[in-house]
């Protein structure tokens, strides 16, 4: 099985970038579809960005699209999160998630999750 691990979570001003790293051990990443979440304090955890496996199909919600980038480095066993053009209300607990085989946008169809990486975003 995977381990996921994020990083890269901090504080930025509104309008600025950060890009979030889920490094994977044990196994390929490219095996996974591996999606991002994020929860902020008394909401539920929401579906933010996946790619999925072998192909790394990318898809993205409403609320992110055309702000945020997924990728996959193969050669890092990395997936990474660009995120342009922050705004405060993207302010959350961000999680990488990873599950075997095909694409899923619920957080309880996915298997295998990291302890997650503190993104604050100021006004």
């Known amino acids: 099985q995977v381990q996921v691990v994020e990083s890269g979570g901090g504080l930025v001003q509104a309008g600025g970038s950060l890009r979030l790293s889920c490094a994977a051990s044990g196994r390929a990443i490219s095996s996974y579809t591996v999606g991002w979440f994020r929860q902020a304090p008394g909401k539920e955890r929401e579906f933010v960005a996946v790619?999925?496996?072998?192909?790394?199909?990318?898809y993205y919600a409403d609320s992110v699209k055309g702000r945020f980038s997924i990728s996959r480095d193969n050669a890092k066993n990395t997936v990474y999160l660009q995120m342009n053009s922050l705004k405060p209300e993207d302010t959350a607990v961000y999680y990488c998630?990873?599950?075997?085989?095909?694409?899923?946008?619920?957080?309880?169809?996915?298997?295998?999750w990291g302890q997650g990486t503190q993104v604050t975003v100021s006004s």
């Open positions: 790619i999925t496996w072998t192909i790394g199909n990318t």
């Open positions: 998630a990873a599950r075997s085989y095909g694409l899923a946008y619920n957080a309880r169809d996915y298997d295998y």
